[in-house]
Each structure stands twice: as C-alpha cells, then as structure tokens.
C-alpha cells in the first residue's frame, strides 16, 4: 500500500509566544495603583535624591517621556541611588490590596494553547506581588523584569555622546535593547509574537522589529498598533484565533493511512 506513513497536513501556528506587560495592562489604569507609583517615585525624588520638590513633578514627567522610566532617567542625567532603595520605596508601599482576584483573566489565560511571558521594566517582587493578587501565579511559563535584563553585578555607566541626550545604563522598554536581551533570554521569535502592552511607544518598538501588538486600554488603533483592546479581558472576542492552536493539537501524526487535512491558521 502506498503512503505507509501518512502525517495529517496542518498549517504552522501563527504565534509561539504571547507576550504580556504588566502594569495598566493585566489590571486596568482605574485601580488607581499607577497614580499612587508615580506620588511614590515624586515623594523620592524629594526625599531621598533632594530634588526641589517644585522642580519634580515636570522632571519626572520628562524623563518618564523621554527614558520609559524616570528611575531610567535619573540613572542618565547622573543621580546614583541603589536600585533595591528605589524600588522598595516606590513599589514596596503600593497598596496591593487594591488588586483583586481576577477569576476572567485566570481562565483566559489558561485556556490559551500558547507560551506565555511576562516582560515588565517592574521588579521582580512588584511583578511577584500583582500577579499573586490577580490569581495568576500560575499563569505565565516566563518572567522577564527589571532584575533579568539588569543583574546588579553588570551594571555600568553608559557611554554617552555629547550631541545627544545622556544615555541610561539601565535596560528597559521601549529601547530596542531591552526587546533584544528579552527575545534572546526567553528565545522567543519575534516573528511569532504577539506582545500586549498599555504604552504606544513600547508597541511601537516592538512593531519594528517584527513582532505584532495589541494595544490595552484603547479601543482605537494607532500606528505601531495591529489590534486595540478596552481590556485585556477582550481577547478571546477580538483575537478568537489565539486557540486556533488549541484545535490544531488534536491533530496529528496518523498510524492509519488517511486523507490530508488542512486545519485553517
């Protein structure tokens, strides 16, 4: 009999990796913990760097803008503090229990075929202390956070050139090279990625270099954005081809000789 060995045709799976932020984007902007992380970074930026408190909340603001981290921006223009000091002071008094279990996401989450990764410019213990209060612990198969693309015992000033704006030594979104220590650290495939995040400018990073975006907290596409969400809660309506790969496990190698099937992508 010909075709002794026959194998069930299937389309490759369009995504490998599911690439998640964490802040305003697994919990929505309204549970107020962003508001109280940017007073919490303003309240160190007096007391303990002793920046003029009328001064701050402009420099904060613009270098929030401009280094995707004002603790990225200090680092640049010259401040020297100890990264744990910081982010103790800033995440480590946040009011948590204002997260709730969030039961939808769970279940969401779990019930996706695909390989999912955390990747945040967050610490490891904020990033430890939402998703405990979420419920999604369990949820995600990597972490990638500030501690992974900046181990303590690497950190060195940047080079900086004079006709330009002062460089950080720190490794954070939106910079393409916080993308490229992730990819390569996690060995995830930019190509079959889809990365969900609530910043436009770290969308639009990770657009250019391959990887496709879905934008949470907008319903409202933009440049660098291929889908926009309210809420990461939305994603099994607007993505529905996200557990697509669910049905293609169920088909497989065949032991019996059989007709070709093709399983939509």
């Known amino acids: 009999m010909e075709n002794e060995d026959c194998y069930e045709k299937v389309t490759e799976p369009r995504y490998e990796c599911l690439l998640f932020d964490v802040d305003d984007t697994i ?14 970074i ?12 009328e001064k701050v909340p402009e420099m904060c603001a613009q270098l929030y803008k401009e280094y995707g981290t004002t603790m990225a921006g200090l680092r640049a223009i010259g401040y020297d503090f100890d990264y744990d000091d910081y982010h103790s002071f800033v995440h480590g008094r946040l009011p948590y229990e204002w997260l709730k279990p ?3 996401l769970r279940s969401l989450l779990h019930s996706l ?8 410019n967050g610490n490891e213990a904020h990033v430890a202390k939402v998703l405990s209060r979420l419920g999604l612990e369990d949820c995600f198969d990597y972490i990638i956070c500030f501690e992974t693309l900046n181990p303590t015992h690497e950190d060195k000033e940047a080079d900086n050139d004079t006709n330009e704006i002062p460089k950080t030594p720190i490794v954070c ?4 090279n916080a ?3 992730t990819f390569k650290i996690a060995g995830i495939n930019p190509q079959k990625t889809l990365f969900f995040d609530d910043s436009i400018r770290n969308l639009q990073t990770a657009k250019r270099m391959g990887v496709r975006t879905v934008w949470i907290g907008s319903s409202h596409r933009t440049e660098g954005v291929d889908y926009a ?4 809660h939305n994603m099994r309506e607007a993505l529905p ?3 697509d790969a669910e049905e293609r496990s169920d088909v497989g190698y065949s032991e019996k000789p059989a007709i070709e099937t093709y399983v939509r992508a």
Request: proline fraction near 6%.
């Open 42 to 53: 303003i309240e160190y930026m007096i007391n303990k760097l002793s920046i003029e408190e």
């Open 179 to 181: 993308f490229e220590q």
């Open 113 to 120: 075929p695909i390989r999912k990764v955390i990747f945040s």
């Open 173 to 176: 979104k939106p910079f393409e």
């Open 229 to 232: 969400l309210e809420s990461i």
């Open 102 to 104: 969030d039961h939808t």
């Open 27 to 40: 919990y929505p902007l309204s549970s107020g913990i962003s508001a109280q992380c940017t007073k919490n």
């Open 241 to 243: 081809e996200l557990w």
